[in-house]
């Protein structure tokens, strides 16, 4: 595959590790980043302060402007925050490609409240020219082990066949294995949901029940994942695939999950607000909670589990909901 411009939106640990993995391909890449502290370190130091011994490539070219980032490009990936994307995409990128069809992986993960969009259909809801040229990239997939070379498989997901084999074989390469789908929507789904359930692991961790707890608490949630995807239009074989059941495994038992760590928090008593502080990064499971318990309340589906972690994270309900939710009513008020 011949050098390609790509542009890469978002700066953050994944963001990073993403365009580095494409430089050292042969690509030339853009990395925008909107934090004009992190942005600043970078070009300083030539280093990300959150990945050890990660020196950027040549290839890559940092920038704040969003027009510097795309002129030329051949291909966008997002990693900036799902929340952000909507304005993002009708404020600054739309006027910028002025109807210019280009290609888009979208590799952050969440579901927009009320309207229950995928990231991607909001991308092509703001920018209509990229009708089915928007592409899902989720799978278990720390970006600190990428980093380090460790070996990573993750699902590339597309209506347009022809492209999504052709992004792939971009991405594709040691390190990272891509293997391709056409359950868009699906593999969006596993992505939100399975973040608001490593939530609940890290509710367990903090309250410290075990790990007998945790693994029920997993395979009860896992049902509950299959209701959601499915009654939102998602394959069945998506859930318990790696963009599902795959990556639900690795960000509930990991200890270095974001998403996990503030469950954690949570459990151990602290209030939203004190668990994202001190776990720092964002954990984009928060941003999906409400999304996901409205779909199951929508739908009648029976969620347990879901609608505890958003008492918990929502109304600041004691980490033992969690417990009772699982049948565990004799438990105390930890």
């Given at each position: 595959?011949?050098?390609?411009?790509?542009?890469v939106?978002?700066a953050?640990?994944?963001g990073s590790?993403i365009a580095?993995?494409?430089?050292?391909?042969?690509?030339?890449?853009?990395l925008?980043e909107y934090n004009?502290?992190l942005?600043n370190?970078l070009?300083?130091?030539?280093?990300?302060?959150n990945i050890?011994?990660?020196?950027?490539?040549?290839n890559?070219r940092?920038?704040?402007?969003?027009?510097?980032?795309?002129?030329?490009?051949e291909l966008?990936?997002?990693?900036?925050s799902?929340?952000?994307i909507?304005?993002?995409?009708r404020?600054?990128?739309?006027p910028l490609?002025?109807g210019?069809v280009?290609p888009?992986?979208?590799a952050?993960?969440g579901?927009?409240d009320?309207?229950?969009k995928?990231?991607?259909e909001?991308?092509e809801e703001?920018?209509?020219?990229?009708?089915?040229?928007t592409?899902?990239?989720?799978?278990p997939?720390f970006?600190?082990?990428?980093?380090?070379?460790?070996?990573t498989?993750i699902?590339?997901a597309?209506?347009?066949?022809?492209?999504v084999?052709q992004v792939a074989?971009i991405i594709h390469?040691?390190p990272?294995?891509?293997v391709?789908a056409?359950?868009?929507?699906?593999?969006?789904?596993?992505?939100g949901?399975?973040?608001v359930?490593?939530?609940?692991c890290?509710v367990?961790?903090?309250?410290?029940?075990g790990?007998n707890a945790?693994?029920?608490?997993i395979?009860?949630a896992?049902q509950e994942?299959?209701?959601?995807?499915?009654?939102?239009g998602g394959q069945l074989?998506t859930?318990?695939g790696?963009?599902g059941?795959g990556?639900a495994?690795?960000?509930?038992?990991?200890?270095?999950?974001r998403?996990r760590?503030?469950?954690e928090k949570?459990g151990?008593?602290?209030?939203?607000?004190?668990?994202k502080?001190e776990?720092g990064t964002?954990?984009?499971?928060?941003n999906?909670?409400?999304s996901?318990?409205?779909i199951a309340?929508k739908?009648?589906?029976n969620t347990?589990?879901?609608?505890?972690i958003?008492?918990i994270v929502c109304e600041g309900?004691?980490?033992?909901?969690?417990l009772h939710?699982?049948?565990?009513?004799?438990?105390?008020n930890k």
């Amino acid at each position: 595959m011949k050098p390609t411009k790509i542009t890469v939106f978002g700066a953050g640990i994944w963001g990073s590790v993403i365009a580095q993995h494409l430089a050292k391909k042969g690509h030339n890449v853009s990395l925008w980043e909107y934090n004009e502290q992190l942005l600043n370190v970078l070009k300083t130091i030539g280093r990300h302060p959150n990945i050890p011994n990660f020196k950027l490539h040549d290839n890559i070219r940092l920038t704040g402007d969003v027009a510097e980032a795309v002129e030329g490009t051949e291909l966008i990936i997002f990693v900036i925050s799902s929340k952000a994307i909507r304005t993002f995409c009708r404020e600054k990128l739309r006027p910028l490609l002025n109807g210019r069809v280009v290609p888009v992986v979208n590799a952050s993960k969440g579901i927009e409240d009320k309207t229950f969009k995928t990231i991607c259909e909001i991308i092509e809801e703001e920018i209509p020219q990229l009708k089915d040229k928007t592409m899902a990239f989720s799978g278990p997939s720390f970006a600190l082990e990428v980093a380090q070379n460790v070996p990573t498989k993750i699902v590339l997901a597309g209506p347009d066949k022809e492209l999504v084999d052709q992004v792939a074989q971009i991405i594709h390469g040691d390190p990272i294995l891509v293997v391709t789908a056409r359950d868009r929507r699906g593999v969006e789904y596993g992505g939100g949901v399975k973040n608001v359930l490593a939530i609940g692991c890290g509710v367990i961790d903090g309250i410290g029940d075990g790990a007998n707890a945790k693994s029920a608490l997993i395979t009860q949630a896992m049902q509950e994942m299959s209701d959601i995807i499915t009654c939102q239009g998602g394959q069945l074989k998506t859930v318990y695939g790696l963009a599902g059941f795959g990556d639900a495994i690795l960000t509930g038992m990991s200890a270095i999950s974001r998403n996990r760590r503030l469950g954690e928090k949570l459990g151990a008593g602290l209030s939203l607000e004190e668990a994202k502080k001190e776990v720092g990064t964002i954990a984009e499971g928060v941003n999906s909670v409400q999304s996901v318990f409205d779909i199951a309340r929508k739908n009648h589906l029976n969620t347990p589990i879901i609608d505890a972690i958003w008492r918990i994270v929502c109304e600041g309900k004691q980490p033992c909901e969690l417990l009772h939710a699982m049948g565990f009513i004799s438990r105390g008020n930890k």
